[in-house]
């Protein structure tokens, strides 16, 4: 064999040998989530940010790796990845052992995430993480109070307990987080002996707004009637203001969530003493009532703000007419007037 070759086979392998050895290491850059982007059936493109050339992978509830390259602009596409109601995303990055190898090193970033409506959304801190206000000591003969305010016995109230000023002032939060079903309601509907209901007669209320980082928890829910006034249209102005106070930094969140809570009336009265006269009594309330589900489907809830319609990308419209709302962020998902 020609003494050249033999040379240059021997540099080649030791070159292999060495390189084996070498581990190349990408940088350490935070990576950040940009966006979810819906494709059907629960799946979702995901973008995320890095360093360009990063080999990245993706697991849902450390589940399913999925792996994208970013790109020179900084970013990774996930593409078609399944998110269903809510978990943990978490992320490593692919690094090399030489020319045939690599291994995966876990990156120090995480986010929570959330399904709602069709939507995905990312949290920094759990989003359903629940804790109660007061004590729940009865789940059966509710009964509303001669003032119209929940039984606290039944709905002490419950918020989520990592919500905070920043993510309850985004716009698109309320709906990002809203998560009561039908069957929920009912089985408030049950508990509070009300057995049958127009549509528009009640709303199935959270005591703590979901502005205010309230959950969708049943200790957190009763059956708000429309009238005798004031009823869910009056406390949705309460919870607006104490919103407005809390973006403002008038006052902190953990403040405007006790103040509702405890006496959401006395603050009505106190924004509005001329209007707000002693109401009629409502009609003695069933007690003792098993809590069997009705047949009849539980009311829509409120729309945030008074808010026209809800557009598909979780903003919110306050057009006057239907015509042109939503008409520059993907349509209306849902009409509230």
């Not at 020609?2 to 390189?19: C, H």
């Not at 106190?270 to 009629?280: C, E, F, G, K």
């Not at 239907?322 to 209306?332: L, N, T």
Request: glycine content about 8%.
């Amino acid at each position: 064999m020609n003494k050249r070759l033999i040379v240059f086979l021997f540099g080649f392998v030791i070159g292999i040998l060495l390189l084996s050895n070498q581990t190349f290491a990408q940088s350490q850059v935070s990576i950040g989530i940009a966006a979810g982007y819906p494709k059907g059936n629960n799946n979702f493109d995901v973008v995320v940010k890095d360093k360009p050339g990063t080999n990245l992978v993706m697991y849902v509830n450390d589940k399913n790796p999925n792996k994208a390259t970013v790109n020179k602009d900084d970013w990774a596409t996930f593409r078609k990845v399944s998110f269903i109601d809510s978990g943990k995303v978490s992320f490593t990055k692919s690094i090399k052992n030489g020319f045939f190898s690599s291994r995966e090193i876990p990156i120090n970033y995480s986010e929570f995430y959330r399904v709602t409506n069709g939507n995905l959304y990312f949290y920094q801190n759990n989003p359903t993480k629940t804790n109660p206000i007061g004590v729940r000591t009865k789940t059966t003969g509710c009964v509303i109070s001669p003032n119209l305010e929940q039984d606290k016995a039944c709905t002490p109230g419950a918020i989520f307990s990592n919500a905070t000023k920043d993510m309850v002032c985004k716009s698109g939060y309320s709906s990002s987080v809203r998560d009561v079903s039908n069957s929920e309601k009912n089985q408030v509907f049950a508990e509070y002996g009300v057995k049958t209901h127009t549509s528009g007669q009640y709303e199935v209320d959270h005591l703590v707004s979901l502005e205010l980082g309230g959950s969708n928890d049943i200790a957190n829910l009763w059956p708000e009637a429309a009238t005798p006034t004031p009823g869910f249209h009056e406390k949705d102005k309460v919870e607006n203001k104490l919103h407005s106070e809390v973006c403002n930094g008038t006052i902190t969140l953990a403040v405007a969530q006790q103040e509702i809570a405890n006496d959401w009336l006395k603050i009505y009265v106190s924004l509005y003493p001329a209007v707000a006269t002693a109401p009629t009594p409502k009609p003695a309330a069933i007690t003792n009532v098993t809590p069997t589900v009705s047949t009849p489907s539980a009311p829509a809830e409120v729309s945030d703000n008074g808010h026209t319609a809800l557009c598909v990308d979780g903003t919110y419209s306050d057009a006057v007419n239907h015509q042109g709302a939503c008409s520059h962020h993907g349509g209306v998902s849902v009409w509230y007037k």
